[in-house]
């Protein structure tokens, strides 16, 4: 019972987050799609090149794309943060653990909507069919053609930033996990940089969703629970 309490407590959260900042987060994504993807869609070839020519990342590459997949990351890492606040009995890491896991999903599943209408072919698929790498087919169900925008991506930064905005301290390692998981679809030929940095945008934008009310809910709440003055039918946390 506790535990859906906090994923209830988490929900309602999120929703009025959503309600009061859906419209600024999606203008402010979409303008940093429009500006970025002028520079990034005519060089994405050139710039993959570039992030392609170290050698020797492929162990490390391999590493960070498996445990960045969306079921090991942002579902595993949730439920091994969930197993954490059950034994410290701790429910703001249990509800932390939610929204880690409610970010990744929401960005997750929208991305794949982007995926499949837009159809941007891989970059191995451009090699294999000898396409042009700005070939957007539209539609379809094809997971050759679901590049844009890379859902590794975007529902690890999700997950990364909801942790982050809650737990800032130990926010920045994890940021930089999900930063890895970006470089490795692109050192493994999975997307192209606009695939990525725009996945990583939409990710961001979900992760202070969840994570922002969160967080306003958890200072009110840690606030309240530090005045012995506050009686206890007062405090709502």
Do not use: C
């Not at 982007?114 to 891989?122: E, H, L, W, Y």
């Not at 809650?166 to 890895?180: D, E, H, N």
């Amino acid at each position: 019972m506790a535990l859906w309490a906090d994923l209830r407590f988490v929900w309602q959260r999120f929703v009025k987050t959503l309600k009061g900042g859906w419209l600024l987060w999606i203008g402010r994504v979409l303008t940093f799609m429009v500006l970025t993807g002028l520079v990034l869609f005519p060089n994405d070839l050139r710039l993959l090149d570039w992030v392609q020519a170290a050698e020797g990342g492929k162990g490390v590459e391999k590493l960070f794309g498996f445990w960045g997949g969306f079921l090991q990351f942002s579902v595993g890492g949730g439920i091994l943060l969930l197993i954490a606040g059950a034994l410290r009995k701790d429910r703001w890491l249990r509800r932390a653990a939610f929204a880690f896991m409610l970010a990744g999903v929401l960005s997750g599943a929208t991305t794949l909507v982007f995926k499949m209408t837009s159809g941007r072919a891989r970059p191995e698929t451009v090699v294999w069919k000898e396409l042009h790498y700005l070939t957007f087919t539209g539609p379809t169900t094809s997971g050759k053609f679901h590049g844009y925008f890379s859902g590794h991506t975007s529902a690890a930064t999700a997950s990364a930033v909801a942790i982050a905005v809650i737990y800032p301290r130990v926010g920045w390692a994890v940021l930089f996990f999900a930063g890895a998981v970006g470089w490795s679809r692109m050192y493994g030929n999975h997307h192209f940089p606009a695939d990525v940095a725009h996945g990583a945008a939409w990710g961001v934008m979900w992760g202070f969703l969840v994570g922002s009310g969160l967080k306003k809910a958890k200072d009110v709440g840690q606030a309240a629970e530090s005045e012995p003055e506050v009686e206890s039918g007062d405090r709502v946390f």
